[in-house]
């Protein structure tokens, strides 16, 4: 494998380099290229060309145990281990996270919900519990903000909106997305920390409206609502912090691209059995028939 991965990046990079840094002689490297191709180097090198489409059409992104389960889903026949392995070799790693701060900010007027969820992410079915977050995207413009809603269930992001500025009419058209998607029915909560977007009396009456019940964090809880902290960072992580957004609009195009192609329909989740929202909704729908209200995909 190793006199492999000296064939392959030869052009790239010294021979004598490659193979000092792989601990190889360069008579061994030889010796090896006028000797027929084993059975099994042509299926290593058929494997990693699978492995490099995942990895780019996941946005480079996706780790080992992501990448295992999308050749698997696609027929291929590896272990974890040999996928692994071979990313290892070919230097195929996902980006890195990175933190990013909060910025949402509590008016001690505003009255502030119960903790209803309580940390308890197990939900049975969709439209049960809703989260809701703001962050923040870097332009050259300045600062663009983006309101989510996310269904806890199925991770899927049901309504989002993005402005300049940071207002209750933000969160209010993130809402509003959100319940003409789905229309939900009776018995959900919306559950998001206490800034003053979120306790403002006009964002309360719409979910009063609609018989949906406030849940709250508790102040510096950032792990009350841990799964849209996970979003987020996934978000910044696997787009934001690898461009240099010139514009607001150039910002929108990529954010409505991450979340509506690659992150509800395509983006597989450890937390749902590796498989993306949009399928484990339909997985759902498949076996209970009573989501004829899903639409959105």
């Known amino acids: 494998m190793r006199f492999a991965f000296v064939d392959t990046y030869r052009e790239i990079f010294p021979i004598t380099r490659l193979c000092r840094v792989l601990n190889i002689s360069r008579s061994g490297y030889y ?20 492995i490099r489409a995942v990895f780019r059409a996941s946005r480079r992104t996706y780790g080992g145990p992501r990448i295992y389960r999308e050749l698997r889903s696609q027929g291929m026949r590896c272990s974890q281990n040999r996928v692994a392995r071979l990313m290892r070799l070919y230097s195929i790693q996902a980006k890195q996270t990175k933190r990013y701060r909060y910025t949402t900010k ?28 703001i962050t923040y995207i870097p332009t050259k413009e300045g600062w663009l903000y983006l309101a989510v809603i996310m269904d806890l269930y199925s ?10 500025r940071m207002t209750g009419q933000l969160t209010i058209k993130a809402l509003r997305m959100a319940l003409q998607r789905r229309q939900p029915g009776l018995g959900l909560i919306h559950h998001s920390d206490q800034g003053s977007q979120y306790t403002d009396r006009k964002y309360q009456q719409i979910l009063k409206d609609h018989g949906i019940q406030s849940s709250m964090n508790g102040v510096g809880s950032w792990y009350d ?26 910002a929108r195009s990529a954010l409505f691209r991450y979340i509506e192609i690659f992150y509800n329909r395509t983006r597989l989740h450890s937390s749902l059995d590796y498989q993306s929202p949009a399928k484990y909704e339909d997985l759902f729908s498949e076996k209970h028939g009573d989501l004829a209200y899903l639409t959105v995909h």
Do not use: C
């Open 31 to 50: 010796a090896w290229k006028k000797r027929p191709v084993s059975e099994r180097e042509m299926a290593n090198q058929a494997l990693i060309t699978r």
């Open 106 to 133: 509590r008016n001690q007027a505003h009255v502030v919900a119960p903790n209803r969820l309580e940390r308890d992410f197990d939900v049975e079915r969709p439209d049960r519990i809703w989260l809701a977050d």
């Open 155 to 164: 991770r899927r992001i049901v309504g989002w909106a993005m402005a300049d």
């Open 225 to 250: 609502n841990a799964p849209m902290e996970s979003f987020f960072a996934s978000l910044k992580n696997e787009e934001v912090h690898h461009q240099d957004y010139q514009t607001h609009s150039d």
